[in-house]
């Protein structure tokens, strides 16, 4: 395995990385790739086990147990080491469903000998499928430039030459490898389009054009999530890209080429789920928290909205329970979550997701928006004032607005909010202007930033039930004890 530190020189080798349309020298320095290098090398470390043959991340479950601990795991992992797990065990899946047909034993073959290769190396993989695409009403060999798709350019005996682009590629400048596939079914006559392969990062011929959620300005208060939580997104060309036959999964066979597609949207979208449950635990939270500093908790229009919260976190846990199961095996003895349910989950999470924060921003109201930065309440000239203005009295003792339903299946420990609630409503009113002001940052934030489940701020010391992590968060007590189980 490797550590932070080795995986930090192991990826300084001559990737080709751009940014506002510079070459980067020296990525690792760079203001909007620095957080995202280091975020990557922490997981690193925190995996690390110089006793273990591999990190956990390469894991094939064979049991509904193991699936189970590895859905939970992929919500407290890093973003890097979750794709990692999610791309390889979805090309194992695509490797097994093409198994039982001989003229593909070639193929599952590879990429089992792939997946070892990285496990072995303790290596980071991103998935490449999004193309260019170009005119939507047209199929890949009607493109007015036929590198809309990622496609085959030259067979040679001991390879493929591809050419194209694939966009949208999440922490493509920080991983090692990309596993290209095609976006979508190919037809016949559209075999130079169904290519699936394996290509490091730092190949010839590979560019990666970034961008970032990264805040442009130093200001942790404001941007309470993506200052320290933020990831590249890379546009990456391939320019004449040679691809040696071991690393090549699929080359021109039309029959199998939604077959990956398919598999890494199973596992793509249980990972996903995972970590739509754990935000939606958050929001609930986040809801409940800013009723009371409102004292708008008792009304009858805002408990409705957080029950409706609650009943949404609960369903996307329920459907992702049954996913797991469900779960189908391969024939070779893996397991792979149910199919129905999985999409299900990301169905309804997605699709009710907006309303949620829709129901947040109600709840909150207009101060999500408008609300000073908290530097403004230390000031003399302002301080004052501001901390007079949007402090609020919060008493926790009266009865809660409704009553828990039945704890839900299981919560991760390391679901934070800024602070413990009891702590939060027991707050001077010092204090709890300081919780308003982090609140509304981080309920703007759900929108404008998108939430990282790891790395919320910690606004109060913990009480009862919270324990400091050596991050400097804090690491929350069980879903049961939250207001409605939530």
């Not at 982090?438 to 919270?466: F, I, R």
Request: charged share 20%.
């Amino acid at each position: 395995m490797l550590t932070g530190a080795e995986y930090l020189g192991s990826i300084q080798d001559g990737r080709r990385l751009y940014f506002d349309g510079e070459l980067i020298a020296d990525p690792l320095s760079h203001p909007m790739f620095a957080t995202n290098y280091r975020n990557a090398a922490e997981g690193y470390d925190r995996a690390y086990d110089k006793d273990a043959e591999a990190g956990p991340y390469y894991v094939i479950p064979q049991t509904v147990d193991e699936l189970r601990d590895l859905m939970h795991a992929l919500a407290d992992w890093d973003d890097l080491a979750a794709v990692t797990s999610q791309g390889l065990t979805a090309l194992l899946t695509a490797g097994a469903r093409m198994s039982s047909q001989p003229e593909y034993a070639k193929y599952s073959s590879r990429m089992r000998a792939y997946h070892q290769y990285c496990k072995e190396n303790d290596l980071r993989c991103v998935q490449a499928i999004t193309d260019a695409k170009g005119d939507r009403r047209l199929p890949p060999s009607k493109q007015d430039d036929p590198d809309m798709y990622t496609r085959i350019v030259e067979r040679r005996p001991d390879g493929v030459v591809v050419n194209g682009a694939k966009l949208h590629i999440t922490a493509a400048a920080v991983a090692h490898e990309m596993i290209v596939m095609p976006t979508k079914m190919m037809k016949p006559g559209e075999e130079d389009w169904a290519i699936a392969c394996a290509i490091p990062m730092n190949a010839q011929g590979v560019s990666i054009v970034n961008t970032t959620y990264a805040p442009r300005a130093d200001n942790p208060d404001y941007y309470p999530i993506s200052s320290h939580a933020n990831s590249t997104e890379g546009f990456i060309i391939l320019d004449n890209v040679f691809v040696p036959n071991e690393r090549v999964f699929l080359a021109g066979e039309v029959e199998h080429s939604a077959t990956f597609a398919h598999a890494l949207g199973l596992w793509e979208r249980l990972g996903g789920t995972m970590h739509m449950a754990e935000c939606a635990d958050t929001l609930v939270g986040f809801a409940q928290l800013i009723a009371e500093a409102n004292g708008a908790s008792a009304i009858s229009h805002i408990k409705d909205k957080i029950a409706e919260m609650v009943i949404y976190a609960t369903l996307i846990r329920g459907c992702l329970e049954a996913a797991v199961t469900h779960a189908g095996r391969t024939p070779e003895g893996w397991m792979h979550p149910n199919e129905l349910y999985t999409n299900a989950a990301k169905h309804y999470g997605g699709a009710e997701f907006n309303i949620m924060i829709r129901h947040l921003h109600d709840i909150a109201g207009g101060g999500v928006l408008t609300v000073t930065a908290a530097a403004s309440s230390s000031t003399r000239q302002t301080g004052r004032f501001t901390r007079r203005t949007v402090s609020a009295p919060i008493r926790r003792e009266a009865a809660p607005p409704m009553n828990s339903p039945a704890p839900m299946n299981r919560c991760s420990s390391s679901c934070a909010t800024s602070g413990p609630p009891s702590k939060i409503a027991t707050s001077s009113s010092g204090n709890s202007s300081r919780t308003i002001f982090t609140l509304s940052a981080l309920v703007a934030g759900v929108s404008s930033e998108g939430l990282s489940m790891q790395t919320l701020p910690a606004a109060m010391a913990p009480t009862k039930g919270w324990k400091s992590r050596p991050d400097g968060k804090f690491q929350g007590p069980k879903m049961s004890t939250w207001p409605f189980g939530s």
